[in-house]
């Protein structure tokens, strides 16, 4: 695996498959567009550890992950965000079937009517968590004034956390493939954290 990810970095289709893969991820949790940017990032950090020698032009560059990565996140939320805005009677009866996934509506509802945009930052990280916030937003219909800031927030959190973990975590381990080992690790845990976060009951709401 590690192998393939490794020509894949060296590729300057890299930016392509990422951007494609984090778009798309929204609609199929299952594709690893965090092991993708955390692999191109800690090849990055392998390349600027070579010493005096010349860093290759198709190493992938830091900062253009960052960008690309937070703009994809961005634009699948909002592919996914007007889809289950403008409704329809396939996706009403996908919901209606899975309760784990009509709970997770309402309480991102709830959430968002109360002015807790957060949520959306933290279900970034959460298995799957950003396609019930996304399909959850259109479908309870919130406005883009309400949903697109914290879109980006998150978008720009999750990228940024994946970056530094494979380019930080490659520079401090000393090697390319233990870091993304231990960063896929680091990212895995904090989906998992904010998992549980997501999945907490709301407090009620005080009375006036």
Partial sequence: MFETLGSLTASPWIYAVVAVSVVLDVFLPVLPSGVLVIT????AAAAGAAGPVPVPAQVPDILALLVIATTASVLGDMAAYRLARRGGARLDRAIARSRRLTRAHEHLGTALARGGGALVVIARFAPAGRSVVSL?????HRRVAEFLPWSVLAGMAWAGYSVALGYFGTQWLGTQWLGTAVSMLA??????????VVRRPLSPTPAT
Avoid: V
């Fill in 136 to 140: 959850g937003a259109g479908k309870t």
């Fill in 187 to 196: 990212l895995f845990a904090a989906g998992a954290l904010a998992a549980f």
């Fill in 40 to 43: 191109a990032a800690a090849a």
